[in-house]
């Protein structure tokens, strides 16, 4: 059975940084594109970056700039390093394959406030 767990969200002040993380067990990962989504408060999940198997990247315009998708198909590990983070980016980020297919993981807590 596929799980996704993910990590590295906090509390942090607009223009800081943050690197999240998804490890990915079972044996989808050297297979499929992966990607972050995020889900805010009252608003539907949306995709944020997607990093398919041979390393090419797609982000939505908002992060476009300011996020970085990559992975490590050794460690079977996707990451999202953030960088002059908004308000606007508070939510809980996930990962999964794309398109996904997966049970969604507990998501990482992203807030950034002043």
């Known amino acids: 059975q596929v799980q996704l767990v993910e990590s590295g969200g906090g509390l942090v002040q607009p223009g800081w940084s943050l690197r999240l993380s998804c490890v990915v067990s079972?044996?989808?990962?050297?297979?499929?594109?992966m990607s972050w989504y995020r889900q805010a408060p009252g608003k539907q999940r949306e995709l944020v970056a997607r990093?398919?198997?041979?390393?090419?990247?797609h982000y939505a315009d908002s992060v476009k700039g300011r996020f970085t998708i990559s992975r490590d198909n050794a460690k079977n590990t996707v990451y999202l390093q953030m960088n002059s983070l908004k308000s606007e980016d508070t939510a809980v980020y996930y990962c999964?394959?794309?398109?996904?297919?997966?049970?969604w993981g507990q998501g990482t807590q992203v807030t950034v406030s002043s």
């Open positions: 999964n394959a794309d398109p996904p297919f997966v049970s």
């Open positions: 990093v398919t198997t041979g390393g090419n990247t």
């Open positions: 079972g044996s989808i990962f050297s297979i499929h594109a």
